[in-house]
């Protein structure tokens, strides 16, 4: 685990995650239907489409993917995400979604300690309703959810409208970009909090590229490695 680098650390009054694959285990799903999808057409799907893919709202993942394949003659980016609602393994596999490790502990922790919180996805509501079917209560503590189909985020990842929409919504905001730290494991989420100017933690899968690991003020291996007060904020009542 890096050390924050000194920008924000100390100054942090105000916290937004990101949700797939942060505190959400469901980037997996993503690639299982994307395998099938892509073997039809005797190619297969690897790490580094996934690295471009991952955190961008669901239209601008799909040109990528139809693009970067190689199958866009055959596949427009719009029959893509078409074909694989049609498949409908993503309704099924939605509401079984886990959380990934230390999540509950991290935001459980700082509502409890009344540092504002919400979310900021790329996921559009029908989606994240399936995605969060069990675990309503968790995510209630946020103080807003920015979705991807948010009428104010003209762009996804990496454009910073979802986290400066997300800024805006807190009380009295929006905040000082400098007192927000951010929570994000893609590498166009790193870049979209970057580009909003704000402060990012990156929990990165350890099958991405190392590559994507320079912008971030902080790479981590999981949420549970953390240390609140690093940042300013209140260190766990457990951390000795």
Same mark, same amino acid.
């Given at each position: 685990?890096?050390?924050?680098?000194?920008?924000?650390?100390?100054?942090?009054?105000?916290?937004?995650?990101?949700?797939?694959?942060? @505190?959400?285990?469901?980037?997996?799903?993503?690639?299982?239907?994307? *395998? /099938?999808?892509?073997?039809?057409?005797?190619?297969?799907?690897?790490?580094?489409?996934?690295?471009?893919?991952?955190?961008?709202?669901?239209?601008?993942?799909?040109? /990528?993917?139809?693009? *970067?394949?190689?199958?866009?003659?055959?596949?427009?980016?719009?029959?893509?995400?078409?074909?694989?609602?049609?498949? +409908?393994?993503?309704? =099924?596999?939605?509401? !079984?979604? *886990? @959380?990934? #490790?230390?999540?509950?502990?991290?935001?459980? +922790? @700082?509502?409890?300690?009344?540092? #504002?919180?919400?979310?900021? !996805?790329?996921?559009?509501?029908? +989606?994240?309703?399936?995605?969060?079917?069990?675990?309503?209560?968790?995510?209630?503590?946020?103080?807003?959810?920015?979705?991807?189909?948010?009428?104010?985020?003209?762009?996804?990842?990496?454009?910073?409208?979802?986290?400066?929409?997300?800024?805006?919504?807190?009380?009295?905001?929006?905040?000082?970009?400098?007192?927000?730290?951010?929570?994000?494991?893609? #590498?166009?989420?790193?870049?979209?909090?970057?580009?909003?100017?704000?402060?990012?933690?990156?929990?990165?899968? #350890?099958?991405?590229?190392?590559?994507?690991?320079?912008?971030?003020?902080? /790479?981590?291996?999981?949420?549970?490695?953390?240390?609140? =007060?690093?940042?300013? @904020?209140?260190?766990?009542?457990?951390?000795?």
């Amino acid at each position: 685990m890096s050390t924050p680098a000194t920008a924000g650390r100390g100054s942090i009054t105000h916290v937004i995650f990101d949700m797939d694959g942060l @505190l959400l285990d469901t980037e997996k799903f993503y690639t299982e239907v994307q *395998e /099938i999808i892509l073997a039809r057409f005797n190619k297969t799907f690897d790490w580094s489409l996934k690295a471009k893919m991952m955190g961008r709202k669901a239209i601008e993942a799909a040109r /990528i993917f139809v693009d *970067e394949s190689g199958i866009s003659d055959s596949l427009s980016a719009e029959d893509f995400l078409v074909e694989r609602e049609a498949m +409908h393994m993503l309704q =099924e596999l939605f509401p !079984t979604s *886990e @959380l990934m #490790p230390g999540a509950s502990r991290l935001i459980k +922790h @700082l509502h409890a300690k009344n540092i #504002p919180i919400c979310i900021a !996805t790329g996921t559009h509501t029908r +989606h994240f309703d399936l995605k969060t079917q069990r675990h309503k209560e968790l995510f209630s503590l946020m103080h807003h959810i920015v979705r991807g189909d948010d009428p104010e985020v003209k762009q996804g990842k990496p454009a910073p409208d979802g986290f400066l929409a997300a800024s805006r919504r807190f009380k009295d905001g929006p905040v000082d970009p400098q007192k927000v730290l951010v929570f994000e494991d893609a #590498p166009s989420g790193v870049l979209a909090a970057k580009n909003a100017r704000m402060n990012v933690v990156m929990v990165p899968d #350890p099958r991405l590229d190392i590559s994507h690991q320079d912008v971030a003020d902080q /790479i981590m291996t999981s949420l549970l490695d953390f240390k609140p =007060e690093e940042w300013g @904020l209140p260190p766990f009542e457990d951390s000795n």
